[in-house]
């Protein structure tokens, strides 16, 4: 009889099916990381000696509009250089997180170490005019943002990493 043989066959056929369709792996999930950089918001220029000045009203204000910018945002850090005018610009983001602020030193980040070490995550950075420009173009590999004017207090820049692929916008907040 023929039967045997076909069993074989519907056999080898059903084992090619699962083997070509069973056995796919699912596609891997993209690994996302995004990093926004604001510079601290209006600082109190009222005494011309101090280097450490606090923000102003206007830089008070736009500490809580960056706080309501960041509301949708799913934050995993946020890092600020160790100045009044930078730990009060991320204060209300940080209140309203729940997420404790951590200091960085502009000068001494090893860039490569700090996109790995927030792989996947979105992190929030305060610095200032001449160090957050620096930073976005540490991030991308390539020099493409000047050093900010003095009373540029409302960009934000955002750096988005997609597996390999690098994209990079500049918005401004006023």
């Given amino acids: 009889m023929t039967i045997q043989p076909i069993k074989k066959y519907l056999f080898l056929v059903f084992a090619l099916l699962f083997i070509t369709t069973g056995c796919k792996e699912e596609p891997e999930e993209p690994i996302i990381s995004t990093f926004y950089l604001i510079r601290h918001a209006e600082k109190d220029r009222s005494n011309s000696e101090n280097t450490d ?15 309501e910018v960041f509301d949708p945002v799913e ?16 204060a209300p983001v940080s209140i309203k997180k ?3 602020v951590e200091f960085y030193d502009p000068g001494a980040v090893d860039i490569e170490s700090f996109k790995e070490t927030h792989k996947g995550h979105n992190v929030l950075i305060v610095g200032h005019s001449n160090t957050t420009p620096v930073f976005v173009n540490q991030l ?3 020099e493409k943002y000047l050093q900010m004017e003095d009373d540029d207090n409302g960009s934000l820049f955002v750096v988005r990493f997609i597996n390999d692929k690098t994209t990079d916008f500049r918005l401004k907040m006023d």
Avoid: V
């Avoid at 000045?53 to 706080?67: H, I, K, S, Y």
């Avoid at 934050?75 to 991320?90: G, P, Q, V």
């Fill in 98 to 100: 729940e997420i404790e």
């Fill in 75 to 90: 934050l995993d850090a946020i890092y600020s250089t160790n100045y009044e005018r930078t730990t009060m610009t991320a």
């Fill in 53 to 67: 000045p606090e923000l102003n009203q206007d830089g008070l204000n736009r500490a809580l509009r960056w706080a």
């Fill in 140 to 142: 991308l590999g390539e």
